[in-house]
Every structure is written in C-alpha cells, then in structure tokens.
C-alpha cells in the first residue's frame, strides 16, 4: 500500500469491534534511522487525552477512517524510544546546499520510501546521512558517504603518572572553611542550559508546544472552526498558523483543526 504521511493526518481513528471513534491521528513516529514507521499520536475529539498507537494494531489506514484493532490498542506512552517525524524540518545536503523544507514522506505499509520537499523533490531514504531534532542531512553525491567520527585524544600519560599526580593535588588543596563544609557541587548537561519559553535578546523562542503540531502548519482549513463561545480560531480556505494552532490549544479545538485542514 503506497501512501503519504499527509494523507493519515487528520484522519478519525476507529476502533474495532466496538465502532468507537476514538479521535483524529495528529503525529507520527519512525525508527531512530527514519527507516520505518513505528506508530501514531491520536489525540481525542474533545483534545482531553492523548494516545499513542502501535502501527501493527491498525487494521486498516487506506479508507475515510484509520480502524484500531481494539481499545486495548491505545497506550499512554511508547515503550520503546522513537524519533518524531522530520515533517516541517529544513533538508540540506552533505556540502550545507539547502534541499527544501520537508513537507511529506511516502511510505509503502510502515516502510519509509522518500522525503518529499516544498520544491516536490524526492529525496530517497536511503540517502540519509544525519539528523537532529530541528535538520534533516542527505547524501545527494549517488555514492556512498560516510561520516568521520573524530579522532580520540591519545594519552600522553600512563595510569601511574596519573594517580602520583592526583594524590600530589589532593596534598597541596587547602582545606574547606566550615562554611563550605558538605556543599557539593555539580555539573548541568548542556543540554539544559536552553531558555524557557520567553524573549531572549528580542527573538521569542518558539513555543514547544507548537512545535509537536509543527505537521499542522501550511495546512488549509476547510471549514471556519470556532471555540465554544463563538470566538473565532481560523476562517475557512485560512493557512493554519502557530497563532492558529494556540488558538485551538486554549480552545480544545486541535482535534477540529486537523480534522478540517488539508
């Protein structure tokens, strides 16, 4: 069965043998190499709960509906580490070339087969070279290319050297006043040391919630979707917007918004 990404999103999810409509398909996710499809996020209709579902436990994808084997099915959490979708993330080459940004990927069951870009180039997996949570790297040489780790420091001095000179240090340290007594010190990961979500030297860092409904963005609504008290969120034949998908978040209206946008 080959079909896109863009064709599930959105998509009311079914589950079987009690004909329950579970919600609409908003994520996907793959294997670390973006290989293979390994599930979906469904969020519920009324945006309260969030599930995450196996691809094996769908009986079908290619209908009007995505049909779940069972209710037993939908999981609160992936058991296993996955890589989200790169949909919505820039593509370069292996010489910094910009490829486009990644719009869909085309699968044949839960086999990745290509990357589609703006431009509605095709960019085949197996030319993968690297990823990170925000850039996708391909190889667009049509050769093999591998990437050089780099090159471990040698060790200029051997393990006894090594201690004579610790226990040397630890006999020349002063010693801590009372007051620094039982304080301990620890190293951040670089990692965390990333600001909150506020305005850092006048750039507003994007909001990471938007960020998980990235796949939304560009979409065109096919309805007008308002909230419950008749506030507007986006017009029919709109572009979803991060101010689209806010709108919807503090509304409860994410669900509508990727039901009704193509």
Do not use: W
């Not at 209908?63 to 989200?84: H, N, P, T, Y």
């Not at 007051?179 to 506020?198: C, E, K, W, Y």
């Not at 309805?223 to 572009?239: F, H, P, T, V, W």
């Amino acid at each position: 069965m080959i079909y896109k990404i863009s064709e599930l999103i959105g998509k009311q999810a079914i589950t079987l043998p009690d004909a329950g409509e579970r919600g609409v398909i908003l994520g996907v996710f793959f294997d670390k190499v973006l290989t293979k499809c390994k599930g979906f996020l469904l969020l519920s209709n009324d945006d309260e709960n969030r599930y995450y579902i196996n691809f094996n436990d769908f009986s079908a994808l290619s209908g009007d509906a995505a049909m779940i084997r069972s209710a037993s099915c939908l999981k609160e959490e992936f058991s296993v580490s996955l890589a989200e979708s790169p949909i919505n993330h820039p593509a370069f080459n292996q010489d910094g070339r910009a490829l486009g940004i990644i719009r869909d990927i085309a699968m044949d069951g839960a086999r990745v087969l290509s990357f589609v870009t703006d431009g509605k180039i095709e960019i085949p997996v197996g030319t993968l070279l690297a990823r990170s949570e925000s850039i996708v790297v391909f190889n667009d040489t049509g050769k093999p290319l591998k990437i050089k780790p780099p090159k471990k420091q040698k060790l200029t001095e051997n393990i006894a050297s090594g201690e004579a000179k610790s226990v040397a240090a630890k006999a020349e340290a002063p010693k801590s006043d009372s007051h620094s007594q039982g304080v301990q010190t620890r190293m951040i990961p670089f990692g965390r040391l990333r600001p909150n979500d506020a305005d850092v030297g006048g750039a507003k860092v994007s909001d990471p919630f938007i960020s998980k409904y990235s796949f939304l963005l560009g979409k065109r609504l096919q309805r007008s979707i308002y909230a419950e008290g008749g506030r507007l969120i986006g017009k029919e034949n709109d572009l979803v917007t991060e101010k689209t998908i806010g709108l919807a978040k503090e509304s409860g209206k994410l669900a509508a918004v990727a039901l009704h946008s193509l």
